[in-house]
């Protein structure tokens, strides 16, 4: 990592009296390569730097005067002014429609987007404001990610979700199933996946609620989410089953939580026969299932919220959505993938590939076969981006919609403020309400025996 402004600043501060009141040409050039060689700096610059530190320099930049001193920082009271290329109205709004039409993607994945479906659009006629002012074409394709976060930050804060857990043990079962390690898996070959279950619950885990079912291949980020009526495994071993005929690649890999809706002999069984490598996480380690879980967030939460869902209605309406949007995500959303972590001191620094599609990232890998990319390059054309996020809108406020409508659960006496406690017999979760506490004067004198003791 090299130095910040004010370092290389600092240092020119430092070595320019030495360079000034050096007696020679010879010990004046030693100074500067040592300059040179810690800054960074062209040596034409670093003798330039060294020779007016601390003077005022006037120049004219711009038309107007500006006065500024080599070797020191700017104050903060006075900015340097530079006129904007992105200032314009129409092209925030250009930036928010896209930004919108991609469900909100961060800027380095909003310019790929950008520029894999601005012709598109522009051929379909979804971009009006382009006859008004061409202009806007070039400067949407040229701006630079930082800008674009810069300037939808403000639409970007708008948006906060926060979550919660309902995950629970699993049986002994899970001690016969190995944790996965990546001498174990080839992560680059698509076909090993990850698999989790997101809980709508609405804040209210009292009852049967709707669960949905998040499977991520981790070679192409490809992504299949399915609802369940509830966490009960004949349930999810169905969609796991259902879900494996949409993928286009073979199921070679399944890894799962510690989860009893996972961790179940039907499972085991099916991954034996199938000859499926089925694995687990660590437990109470959720980074084990990092590509899952950051698409339980970016893909689920973010497009069906935090509202609970409990009805069979819901759940017709939940995988009629999870049609659409699995097509969405998939053909038209990229993604960045991680390709190294590098550590200096304490600043970690992350480097990603470029962002691309799942539906790109099959096309170019060697293994898939050219059947399968044939069939996924017709189903790309045949589909319609605005008309099918016009879909999904539609769905979600219908899905949005049956939820506010919907009363919450009815809680009996016995369960104050949801705090139960789970008991375990026979592998049965049984529901029971709190005991009452222990009074003041039984707390006085359990903590007068433990002090004696």
């Given at each position: ?8 600043q ?8 030495k360079f ?7 010990e004046?050039s ?12 062209t ?5 330039y ?18 006065v ?20 314009s ?31 598109a ?10 006859e008004?002012d ?7 394709l ?6 674009l ?5 403000t ?19 899970k ?6 390690t ?15 279950l ?7 885990a ?35 089953q ?38 687990r ?20 939460r ?5 509202y ?11 995988n009629?959505?999870?049609?659409s ?5 998939n053909?038209f959303?990229?993604?960045m993938?991680l ?27 060697s ?19 605005v008309?099918?996020?016009?879909t ?21 006496a016995?369960f ?38």
């Open positions: 990592m090299g130095l910040t402004m004010r370092e290389r600092a240092i020119i501060r430092e070595l320019a009296p000034r009141q050096a007696k020679s040409k010879k004046r030693q100074i500067v390569d040592q300059c040179v060689s810690i800054t960074g700096y040596r034409w610059y670093a003798t730097a060294l020779r007016l530190c601390g003077k005022e320099i006037t120049r004219i930049i711009d038309g107007q005067r500006v500024f001193i080599p070797g020191h920082a700017r104050s903060p009271g006075s900015p340097r002014k530079r006129k904007s290329q992105y200032n109205p129409a092209l925030l709004e250009a930036l928010k429609y896209f930004w919108a039409l991609s469900d909100g993607l961060c800027g380095k994945r909003l310019v790929a987007f950008i520029a894999q479906t601005f012709s659009l522009k051929r379909d006629g979804e971009l009006p404001w382009l008004k061409p202009a806007l074409g070039s400067q949407l040229r701006i630079s990610a930082a800008t976060d810069r300037l939808l930050a639409t970007k804060a708008k948006v906060q979700l926060k979550g919660r857990s309902t995950t629970r043990p699993g049986t002994l079962l001690y016969h199933i190995p944790v996965r990546h001498s174990d898996w080839n992560e680059h070959q698509p076909g090993f996946c990850e698999a989790d997101v809980a709508h619950d609405g804040g209210s009292y009852g049967d609620f709707i669960q949905s079912l998040n499977l991520v291949d981790i070679a192409t980020c490809w992504t299949e989410p399915i609802a369940v009526q509830n966490k009960a495994q004949c349930h999810v071993f169905a969609a796991l259902q879900v494996r005929q949409r993928l286009p690649f073979k199921l070679l890999g399944l890894d799962s939580d510690n989860g009893s809706e996972f961790i179940n002999h039907q499972l085991v069984r099916y991954c034996d026969t199938e000859k499926i490598s089925f694995t996480s660590r437990p109470y380690r959720k980074n084990d299932n990092c590509f899952v879980e950051q698409k339980n967030y970016s893909i689920i973010r497009t069906v919220a935090y609970r869902y409990d009805s069979p209605e819901q759940l017709a309406l939940l009629e959505f999870y049609l949007l699995r097509l969405y995500v053909f959303q990229p993604v993938k390709t190294e972590k590098i550590r200096t001191g304490s600043h970690l620094t992350r480097r990603y590939d470029v962002p691309k599609t799942p539906y790109h990232r099959l096309l170019d890998h293994s898939v076969e050219d059947s399968i990319k044939d069939a996924l390059t017709q189903q790309y054309h045949l589909l319609h981006l008309e099918l996020k016009r999904i809108n539609g769905l979600q406020a219908r899905l949005f919609s049956s939820a506010i409508d919907r009363k919450p659960p009815r809680i009996p016995g104050p403020n949801e705090q139960h406690r789970l008991r375990r017999s026979n592998n049965i979760v049984i529901a029971r309400p709190n005991p009452p506490g222990p009074s003041k004067q039984d707390r006085a004198s359990i903590l007068t025996k433990n002090s004696k003791t």
